[in-house]
């Protein structure tokens, strides 16, 4: 599992983030891409909001707007595929002005670079293009070199078509080592790079933003990371793990939204009318409003269409992958609900061993991520936690007679703070949990207040080095009060919050 990090979500004139209403076609073309002025004072707050907050004291000047300039430009063009020595230099004069514009709010220097990467792209398709209409000879002794990162920038134009010549062949030839024919490897490499080329062109101001606070925040701290309003959404729908909408997992297939999963026993499931690799082509909201095309557009975007609040009624255009040409999709109405999702909720399940001629019922949970529904508990009532989950499996064990309990936190990057001092307060009657020091020194205890302990029997926590964060505190709490033993392997070290 990847480490998860903590991240900084920023509601700063939110409204002023949306790239459109609902009944506005998104506009995706490689016209220059500008900073809007929320993304100015949002760089602005968060610059001032890290100086004042963040732990790690750090002082915005050349050096440190050297480092965000460097990253910045690695995240463009890391692999050096793109931009010339020339203009790489060229942007060279935004290098120590980085620390004036945080501050200001000024952001001519990414949205200049990348939207010259933009163009330079769409150039590099059509090159692409043409090179694949020609035969390919792979009785050559050139060498490619796979990792360009610490390769030097190309000096020209003519340099840079050598490198991409060897790229396409080098990939060409692994298609034909698998055992596709020329005209399958043409085919294949087409549809692929026409598809990356798709992904640029819509890209947004926003994606630009979103990379350039990026480059600024891992440099303070590799764990904190900027997130627009789609990220930040996604991020609270993994963290509650439920949504509201019509239970689907979507993605682009070339011009198409196509539905990649359909959640059991949500809306959609509930109709029966809708399968794997079906295409989204419109959208409307309600019984009366008008269809919206969604054909060519972002799956992000067509989301912001298709997502909802529970109750409200979306009307969906699906049409077959595999219709023939000139099929009418058919129309599906949908009311929307809320959905639990499972791939990453806790999960219990009771394993018989035999140890010295005895039989041993041990209870093993599995906690992936440590989730918690915020929104929900913050309006108070029932809502979806690790916490709550496990204590339902904990008093099941009880009733089974489980012998001793196993907690798998295997592969678990961490999530909710909450969470973890939670649920250590189900093995502990009380007291400290963690200690939190701010930047200024001030040291904050959370404690678990609960005096009831719901499993006091042997215990055992079992992790590997990508357990993290979250895990490592509650882990670490267990083994502090002695109420468990922990197994496997030394866990990754994130010691930052």
């Known amino acids: 599992m990847k480490m998860r990090k903590s991240f900084l979500i920023t509601f700063f004139g939110l409204s002023s983030f949306l790239a459109f209403s609902q009944t506005e076609t998104p506009k995706y073309s490689y016209d220059p891409l500008k900073p809007t002025a929320s993304h100015s004072k949002v760089q602005a707050f968060v610059t001032q909001f890290l100086n004042n907050y963040h732990y790690r004291k750090f002082v915005l000047d ?41 501050l200001s709010g000024e952001l001519n220097a990414p949205f200049d670079v990348f939207n010259s990467y933009r163009m330079k792209y769409k150039n590099r398709h059509a090159y692409i293009k043409d090179f694949l209409k020609k035969p390919m000879d792979f009785t050559t002794n ?23 010549d060897k790229m396409i062949l ?22 692929r790079y026409d598809m990356y080329e798709s992904r640029v062109v819509k890209w947004r101001a926003e994606d630009i933003f979103q990379t350039f606070m990026n480059a600024f925040t891992e440099i303070i701290d590799p764990h904190t990371s900027y997130m627009i309003p789609s990220s930040a959404a996604q991020f ?36 029966g009318q809708a399968s794997k690799n079906d295409y989204i082509v419109g959208v409307a909201q309600g019984d009366n409003a008008e269809f919206q095309d969604i054909i060519g557009w972002l799956t992000d975007d067509a989301v912001k269409l298709i997502r909802g609040k529970k109750g409200t009624v979306v009307r969906l255009k699906l049409l077959p992958s595999d219709a023939p040409i000139g099929t009418e999709p058919k129309l599906l109405r949908i009311v929307r609900e809320k959905i639990k999702l ?14 010295d001629k005895k039989d041993y019922k041990i209870g093993v949970i599995d906690i992936p991520m440590f989730y918690r529904d915020f929104e929900d508990a913050r309006k108070g009532g029932d809502f979806q936690s690790t916490t709550k989950d496990v204590k339902k499996f904990l008093l099941d064990f009880e009733e089974k007679g489980v012998d001793g309990v196993l907690i798998d936190l295997r592969n678990n990057g961490g999530g909710s ?38 499993y006091a029997g042997p215990l055992m926590i079992l992790q590997n080095r990508f357990s993290a964060s979250a895990s490592e505190i509650f882990a670490g709490a267990i083994q502090d009060y002695k109420r468990g033993v922990i197994v496997g392997e030394r866990s990754y070290g994130k010691g930052t919050v």
């Open 62 to 102: 050349d050096s440190l707007s050297s480092k965000i300039w460097s990253s910045f430009i690695d995240n463009v063009d890391g692999s050096k595929a793109y931009f010339t020595k020339a203009e790489i230099d060229s942007f060279e004069k935004y290098r120590f002005t980085i620390d004036e514009a945080m």
């Open 417 to 454: 703070l909450t969470e973890a001092i939670n649920l250590s307060g189900l093995f502990i009657p009380e007291g400290p949990v963690v200690q939190r020091r701010t930047g200024r020194g001030k040291v904050d205890i959370e404690s678990d207040t609960d005096k009831e302990t719901v």
């Open 342 to 355: 499972e791939e990453a909720v806790a999960q219990a399940e009771i394993i018989n061993i035999k140890h």
């Open 236 to 271: 609270n729908i993994e963290m509650s793990q439920s949504l509201e909408g019509i239970g689907a997992t979507l993605r682009n297939e070339g011009d198409y939204v196509m539905i990649v999963d359909v959640v059991p026993g949500g809306p959609l499931f509930k109709s």
């Open 142 to 164: 050139d060498t490619y070199e796979v990792n360009r990162s610490t390769s030097p920038w190309a000096k020209d134009e003519k340099e840079l078509d050598k490198v991409w």
């Open 170 to 191: 080098s990939q060409a030839l692994g298609l034909k080592l698998s055992g596709s024919t020329d005209s399958a490897v043409v085919a294949t490499l087409s549809k």
